[in-house]
């Protein structure tokens, strides 16, 4: 699903990723932990297609070079990221605003765009689900909404669009128990073969919740070590510092 | 340019007028000869260079009348409607189905010359000429049951004229009105509109007005509204453009008595080389008024919006609360806002405030939207219409909220 090899990412001629290699099949989950500053977010943005970044390395995704592929084709073809910050957007309508993007992710794989109806359908299903107040979605997309309901917002955002790679950065930051568990559970039940997930997070928390195949920890924009759910754990004991 | 010259004998040529109405207009022909057309020396048209833009734009002006007839026009489909057509300014028919006709006077034109002298010299330029226009009154407790659309039709032939025209809405006590000015531009060619409006709004009254055309123009439109707000009047101008080149509008609103309220809401998305301004004197002259002005302007290519607003509060009008902002989006390096808030207040126990900003894209918000999928120009066009979006909301009506939508959206897609 994702290949990357010896990627380098640097802002402002400072470099952030130095040489990151991190292989995810389809149907796995990953977890990246790692202090702060560790570059983190920005792998979360260079697999987006951000502005602003000088890249260097190999980024494949299903066998495309991803380097090659705009913001908006990298979601047609399945990476969706939810925000550690999701942006605010005065006067967009969450309905209007995700029923255009469900339809132009529909129309770049040659399906036919949902009618109002079949789309409310999809999110009343949706939304009931993860037991997300829908009233959320006729409200201007997150402006004045809580750091949970804008984090909610993303997860039900991920389950609409269904990705082939949904991308979590930092989403359990902030969060209490049962907004938590409700992330968790987006990710939980959209799992399956097909699917692959890159779960960024500080705390092992989360992990309690979503059991990840693999987990990596980032220090100074490399992965310095791989293991499996237990290296989670041995984390929030030891903390980052033992590693170095 | 040489050719703009108007002699005192157009005035003769006015037929059945009063010694007194004569000598006002040759006092304002007088007026508007020594100060010539408007440019940016004058305070109020520094963004604005009015006679730098009749010099560029036109060979020869003149303001011989022209034909005010035709055969058709398309009537708005998207909702019931009373209207009232003007052919180049001048009252062709009307028609008030909806309504108790008893209640309701249109008249051609109104010769009245109770009108100070304005500084303004397109403002005096129109005292002295005008002859075409309405006059509509409406009695009192009759409240309006549906909108009513003012098309204001220009024909083919007009070319390098100069229209002077002159209009009045009263509402009296405890009526209602609602108004859409629909400007229908069939003339492929250059020339000027100049309208002076006068409305008065009685105790109680409510006069809802739309701002809107049907398409894009060559015609450059000025018009100076002076409006007259009595006891607990509401008055509510919403302002919207389909793309005229060049538009002015210059509005003045005396709240002359308490709990009056005035809103002045704009959205406007500009392109090319289009210039629209407006400018606005709030004048709180009473306790307890409330007025409300937002701007909100999006300009592409090489276009220019101004926006001069300025809030007078007489020493009088305690408890004023008055709102100013003004905002600018600005989608191209080329494109110009241009905003002077001006706040004038004589009183001390008075809520006022003002803002303004411009600025671009933000391109944090934009790499959010197409991060889901959207082009890059359909994330801007979002962006765009939820900029604009809050004067729009102003809009109850559904079937009207649509239509305005679906005129910007027009303008909005032809980017």
């Known amino acids: ?121 999809l999110v009343r299903e949706k939304s009931s689900e993860l037991g997300i107040d829908e009233e959320i979605l006729s409200r201007q997309l997150n402006v004045g909404f809580s750091g949970g309901e804008k984090k909610k917002n993303e997860i039900l955002q991920m389950k609409i669009l269904d990705p082939n790679l949904s991308i979590l950065d930092e989403t359990d930051s902030g969060l209490d128990i049962d907004a938590l568990k409700i992330i968790a559970k987006g990710v939980n039940t959209s799992r399956n073969s097909e699917k692959s997930f890159l779960i960024i997070t500080h705390y092992q928390r989360l992990l309690e919740y979503i059991k990840p195949d693999f987990v990596h920890v980032l220090s100074d924009g490399k992965i310095i070590k791989t293991g499996c759910g237990e290296l989670a754990e041995e984390l929030e004991k030891t903390g980052y510092k033992k590693l170095n | 340019m040489q050719n703009f010259e108007i002699n005192s004998n157009e005035i003769d040529k006015i037929k059945k007028i009063t010694t007194e109405e004569k000598n006002f207009r040759i006092k304002n022909l007088e007026l508007f000869r020594a100060a010539g057309f408007p440019n940016k020396r004058l305070e109020d048209w520094k963004f604005t260079d009015f006679e730098n833009i009749v010099d560029r734009n036109f060979e020869k002006l003149d303001t011989k009348k022209v034909p005010s007839d035709i055969n058709k026009i398309d009537l708005l489909k998207d909702f019931e409607h009373n209207y009232i057509l003007l052919i180049n300014g001048n009252l062709h028919s009307s028609n008030f189905d909806y309504e108790e006709k008893s209640k309701i006077k249109i008249n051609p034109y109104d010769n009245s010359i109770d009108y100070k002298i304005n500084k303004n010299p397109l403002v005096c330029l129109n005292h002295a000429l005008a002859e075409n226009g309405y006059s509509l009154e409406i009695d009192k407790n009759y409240k309006f049951k549906k909108v009513l659309v003012i098309y204001n039709f220009f024909t083919k032939d007009i070319k390098n004229k100069i229209l002077n025209n002159k209009n009045k809405i009263k509402v009296n006590e405890n009526a209602e009105l609602h108004v859409i000015e629909y400007t229908i ?22 006069l809802k007005n739309i701002f809107i055309q049907s398409n894009k123009s060559d015609g450059f439109f000025h018009k100076f509204l002076k409006n007259k707000l009595s006891l607990n009047s509401d008055y509510s101008n919403l302002i919207f453009s389909s793309g005229l080149k060049f538009n002015k509008l210059d509005i003045e609103c005396d709240l002359i008595e308490e709990n009056c309220r005035c809103n002045i809401l704009s959205a406007l998305f500009l392109k090319q080389n289009e210039h629209q301004e407006i400018k606005t004197l709030v004048n709180h002259l009473a306790p307890n008024c409330k007025s409300n002005q937002k701007v909100k302007n999006v300009l592409s290519s090489e276009s220019k919006g101004v926006y001069q607003g300025k809030i007078y509060v007489k020493d009088i009008a305690q408890k004023t609360n008055a709102y100013q902002l003004s905002k600018a989006l600005l989608l191209d390096d080329n494109a110009e806002f241009n905003s002077k808030p001006e706040l004038e207040i004589y009183a001390d126990d008075v809520k006022c405030s003002h803002g303004s900003s411009s600025g671009n894209i933000d391109q944090d918000s934009l790499h959010y939207l197409m991060t889901r999928g959207l082009s890059r120009n359909d994330s801007i066009k979002l962006l765009i219409k939820g900029f604009l979006n809050d004067v729009i909301e102003f809009i109850k009506n559904p079937s009207i909220k649509k239509f305005i939508e679906s005129k910007l959206e027009e303008q909005i897609n032809g980017r």
Do not use: C, W
Request: without cysteine; positive net charge.
């Open chain 1, 1 to 121: 699903m994702l290949e990357i090899k010896n990627l380098q990412a640097s802002i402002n001629n400072k470099p952030i990723l130095k040489g990151l290699d991190l292989t995810i099949k389809p149907g796995e989950l990953h977890a990246i932990m790692g202090p702060n500053g560790s570059g983190k977010s920005t792998l979360a943005h260079v697999l987006t297609g951000k502005n602003g970044y000088e890249i260097s390395g190999e980024l494949n995704f299903k066998g495309e070079n991803l380097r090659k592929i705009a913001v908006e084709e990298r979601a047609q073809k399945g990476i969706f990221l939810a925000f550690q910050y999701p942006l605010e957007i005065p006067g967009v309508n969450t309905n209007i605003f995700l029923k255009t993007s469900l339809n132009s992710i529909r129309k770049s794989k040659g399906e036919q765009a949902l009618d109002t109806l079949a789309f409310l359908k």
């Open chain 2, 185 to 206: 531009n069939e003339s492929k060619s250059k020339f000027i509109n100049n309208v002076y409006e006068n409305i008065i709004l009685e105790k109680n009254s409510k």
